[in-house]
């Protein structure tokens, strides 16, 4: 330690580490503790940490007993989830329960009443956690309701319409599952009843 030089002195008695100031001696300096903001610095996490941007995008159409939703992905989502309302302004506060959680891009949305509008908002979110809403989206189901008859005739096999066994079948499937199936022989829905049905379990509109 060069303790002739009042700037080497000034830096000893602050106990800042200045490996590169020449003229001061080095050994001495090596005990002097890295300061811990330095090393809580990790920008690797800190990018894996950034909560995601709200879905863009987001559009609903409305179908018989359902709407589909759909909307662009967010960069750095691992899933979305969709608050719903039939009243209009929905926000993730004052959406039905605690939301649908999905993977990916796009959902049905099943077992609606007809000629009913619904209302959304979409959130993505990831390990850092959930994004701010995206615009709202809304759809109005038709007046066909499919929901009545089904849960009438096909509920008590089936389960009910949202999570049916059966999905995306057209009214010639159901007619020959009437007359094929042992099971299905006694039911007897109306034509009108049957392709109010089909319409409800399809996964289009
Ligand atoms: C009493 C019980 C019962 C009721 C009620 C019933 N089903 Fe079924 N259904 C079955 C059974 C059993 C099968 C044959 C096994 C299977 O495919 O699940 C079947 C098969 C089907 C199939 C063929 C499945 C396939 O993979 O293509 C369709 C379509 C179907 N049912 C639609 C309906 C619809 C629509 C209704 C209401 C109108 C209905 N079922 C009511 C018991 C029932």
């Not at 309302?85 to 506060?93: I, K, L, N, P």
């Not at 008590?156 to 999570?163: E, K, P, Q, R, S």
Request: hydrophobic share 40%; proline share 6%.
């Amino acid at each position: 330690m060069n303790s002739r030089n009042p700037v080497c002195r000034a830096i000893t008695l602050f106990a800042v580490s200045l490996s590169g100031l020449s003229g001061c001696g080095g050994g001495d300096h090596a005990a002097v503790p890295v300061p811990t903001a330095q090393t809580a610095v990790n920008p690797t996490s800190q990018t894996a940490a950034k909560v995601p941007a709200p879905p863009t995008n987001v559009s609903a159409a409305g179908g018989t007993n359902k709407t589909t939703l759909s909307w662009d992905a967010a960069g750095g989502a691992d899933s979305y989830t969709i608050y719903w309302s039939r009243a209009a302004g929905v926000t993730t506060a004052t959406g039905t329960g605690a939301g649908i959680s999905v993977s990916g891009t796009s959902y049905i949305h099943r077992a609606l009443a007809p000629a009913t509008t619904y209302y959304y908002v979409v959130t993505a979110r990831n390990g850092a956690g959930e994004s701010a809403a995206s615009p709202p989206a809304s759809a109005a189901t038709t007046a066909t309701d499919g929901a009545t008859p089904y849960a009438s005739h096909c509920a008590a096999c089936h389960g009910g319409l949202a999570t049916s066994t059966v999905t995306n079948r057209g009214s010639d499937d159901i007619e020959a599952a009437l007359q094929n199936v042992g099971a299905m022989n006694d039911l007897s829905p109306t034509a009108a009843q049957i392709a109010a049905i089909s319409a409800a379990l399809s996964n289009g509109n």
